[in-house]
């Protein structure tokens, strides 16, 4: 399979079409969490930047990753007990409902830390 993607578009159309679905609902869950993010390809994963980066994702084998910052997951510790991560990557397996909800946070939280650190470094409109 192709490892190089440049469009998030073209990573879940190469992407096997049992798994498709959910990356796609992953994909919208995050832009209406972060509706003036761009969507970009970093570190060959589909992702969301504005005013840095906000969030990842990606297909493994039996679940999807999604990949933050550890300082927003680290809000959320409560909320992830019940998944397996690490300290930047959250696992969710195929065979269980998507968490919307808390996809959901997690972006605005990642949106939010971003902007309040433009705030503290004085700048105005880096995306």
């Known amino acids: 399979m ?8 073209e ?9 498709r679905a959910d990356l796609e609902q992953i994909r919208q869950v995050m832009k209406k969490a972060a509706p003036k ?4 390809i970093s570190y060959k994963m589909p992702a ?5 980066m906000i969030a990842w994702y ?25 998944y397996r991560k690490t300290k930047s990557a959250l696992y969710i397996p195929y065979d269980k409902p998507l968490p919307k909800k808390l996809i959901t946070e997690i972006v605005k939280c990642a949106v939010k830390m ?3 650190d433009d ?9």
């Open 58 to 82: 990606i297909n493994r084998k039996d679940y999807c990753g999604i990949y933050v910052r550890p300082r927003v997951l680290n809000e959320f510790k409560k909320e992830l007990e019940p």
């Open 48 to 52: 969301l930047k504005y005013h840095g």
């Open 114 to 116: 971003n902007l309040d």
């Open 119 to 127: 705030v503290v470094k004085g700048k105005k409109a880096k995306k």
């Open 2 to 9: 192709q490892t190089k993607y440049s469009t998030v578009e």
């Open 37 to 40: 993010a761009e969507e970009v």
């Open 11 to 19: 990573y879940l159309a190469l992407q096997p079409s049992k798994v």
